[in-house]
């Protein structure tokens, strides 16, 4: 970006106008669709602009962590494929990849995000641990916030088999699996947060910010909201500085914007369910 | 503050949408163009295995017996008299690097350019330490071609007062192939904005200066954002337009006979609708 290109997106964005026509709260369109990959089970892509997000989520059984031995965990990894953009190639992407997974465990390390309780089949024994595959597709800025979205559609579209734990004799457990595939639990959402990435450019804060504008910032701020304004966590990025005024207005345009963004997402998951099985997948090829 | 969310839906493909008289052979690398060994192979295509085979992505020409393939995302070529709009990269000891999406930087000798005034001497000394002045790292120019190298690097000139240092607007990058070479590369849009489009690619869309600016040789580059919100928006407007055009229609912008409408400026929203005629 030229030095005039960046003086004269600052005068704009002062005046609450954007390259692209949108004002400093604004989002892109997104498009949501979930259960696309047909071995996980749960499944969710997510297009903010051009930024292409897949979430898959497998359950699988395992011991639980000694120090919570009546509660099952996600573990979260991601990866940067090569073609979102060239930078990915062979292990570039590792880094970034690295530093999503560890803001997605801090989002998700609290009692009220989802309810680990309900994932314990046998306290000490079993429990199902949900690994969380995020892969993106495309790059177009803005990553945080997309694949927070995608992860809690992915969340809400995941099925775990009822499991029942038979108890013989001599004590040892067996664990039966019902017969009907359709029997499953569901985890809620509720609690789920999403982040708000919100950068300041200027002397204004943008959120969703293009590429473009994510190379005018110099400092972020990433916020982490449920759907009732709560802020769970926040996290600066950037080499620029911030100073605790800002910091204030970010968090509460962050949460006013959470709020929102809550609220599309859970009527948009709620209407796709309401579309039933008859619904017309559009999957990667449309 | 706005916040749109939707289920996808499964897009149409263009090619029944739009009705084309000629259809465009297009291929990829590696498809078969045609088994007819009667024909000589141009650019963009290989002989394998008794038949011809397209080496790049684009669509098929055929003069007479050449078959050629011209692709569709190239990089600039360029020839004498095409106006580019480019970006200074380096300022060196006697000239300006600018980068016009070619294969090799272009280049803007210090002679080239007219001096404030419109004074004609020697360039001295001073003028090459006040070069830095004039055009830094990062300025975006509209230029002509004055020469092309052996190499196929493009000496640009800025010798008339209509191209110079290039003020408040949007830069939109479409493939060079897109754009075709014509009388005039300067248009005033009615709706407020105006346009240059670089044959390299580069499109600038600004908006139309209230009065014509005579004897700075435009390098005084007018950051004033007083009055202009109406064009700003006008000209962001059409870059929207613009992009859209170029994703969805791959056919040549501004040639005769074709026309961007622009949406009037009381139309609430942003999202343009688009009609392409032609």
Not at chain 1, 27 to 50: I, P, Q, W
Not at chain 1, 114 to 143: A, F, T
Request: net charge negative; proline share 4%; aromatic share 6%.
């Amino acid at each position: 970006m030229t030095v005039l290109d960046y003086s004269r997106s600052l005068e704009q964005i002062s005046e609450d106008l954007r390259v692209d026509g949108r004002g400093c709260e604004d989002y892109r369109c997104v498009e949501v669709e979930t259960d696309v990959v047909s071995n996980t089970s749960g499944s969710a892509r997510v297009k903010l602009g051009h930024t292409d997000i897949l979430v898959g989520v497998k359950a699988e059984m395992g011991t639980p962590k000694l120090e919570k031995p009546d509660e099952g965990y996600l573990e979260f990894f991601v990866d940067c494929s090569a073609n979102a953009t060239p930078e990915f190639e062979g292990r570039g992407g590792d880094d970034l990849g690295t530093e999503i997974a560890n803001t997605l465990y801090r989002i998700f390390n609290n009692k009220s995000s989802v309810d680990l309780k309900s994932l314990c089949i046998s306290p000490r024994e079993h429990c199902w641990i949900l690994y969380v595959d995020v892969l993106l597709l495309e790059c177009d800025g803005n990553l945080f916030d997309t694949i927070c979205i995608a992860v809690k559609a992915a969340l809400f579209n995941t099925r775990i088999p009822r499991v029942r734990v038979l108890e013989d004799e001599e004590g040892s457990k067996d664990i039966e699996l019902s017969d009907d595939p359709y029997d499953c639990i569901r985890l809620s959402v509720e609690n789920v947060p999403c982040i708000v990435t919100l950068c300041k450019i200027g002397y204004r804060h943008v959120v969703d910010a293009t590429l473009q504008e994510e190379a005018c910032s110099l400092a972020s701020l990433l916020v982490s909201v449920t759907s009732t304004g709560v802020v769970t966590c926040m996290r600066k990025v950037g080499k620029g500085s911030l100073d605790p005024e800002s910091i204030f207005e970010m968090m509460e345009t962050g949460k006013r914007v959470g709020k929102v963004l809550h609220a599309s997402l859970q009527s948009v998951l709620h209407k796709e369910e309401s579309l039933g099985p008859k619904r017309q997948k559009v999957g990667f090829l449309g | 503050m706005a916040m749109e969310m939707r289920l996808p839906v499964a897009r149409k493909p263009l090619s029944e949408s739009v009705g084309r008289d000629t259809k465009k052979h297009l291929v990829v690398p590696g498809d078969t163009i045609t088994t007819d060994t009667g024909f000589m192979r141009g650019h963009g295509t290989y002989m394998g295995e008794e038949k011809l085979i397209a080496s790049v992505a684009g669509s098929v020409e055929r003069v007479n017996k050449l078959i050629c393939v011209k692709a569709l995302k190239t990089r600039y070529n360029g020839e004498v008299g095409d106006i580019v709009v480019g970006r200074i990269t380096e300022v060196q000891q006697k000239r300006w690097k600018v980068e016009t999406n070619s294969r090799l930087d272009s280049v803007l000798l210090l002679s080239s350019m007219n001096l404030p005034g419109g004074e004609l001497r020697r360039r001295s000394a001073e003028d090459e330490l006040a070069m830095r002045g004039f055009l830094q790292e990062g300025d975006l120019i509209s230029a002509e071609v004055q020469a092309v190298f052996s190499d196929g690097a493009v000496s640009l000139h800025t010798r008339s007062l209509k191209y110079g240092k290039l003020g408040q607007g949007v830069l939109v990058q479409v493939s060079p192939s897109l754009v075709k070479r014509q009388k005039t590369h300067f248009h005033d849009l009615p709706c407020g904005a105006s346009v240059i489009l670089g044959n390299n690619g580069f499109i600038w869309i600004y908006p139309t200066p209230e009065h014509k600016e005579e004897g700075a040789g435009g390098f005084a580059a007018d950051l004033e954002t007083e009055g202009v919100r109406v064009s700003t928006e006008a000209s962001l407007r059409t870059s929207s337009c613009l992009l859209l055009a170029m994703k969805w229609n791959w056919g040549a912008l501004w040639s005769p006979g074709r026309t961007l409408r622009v949406p009037a400026a009381e139309a609430p929203s942003f999202l343009p609708s688009l009609a392409v005629s032609g």
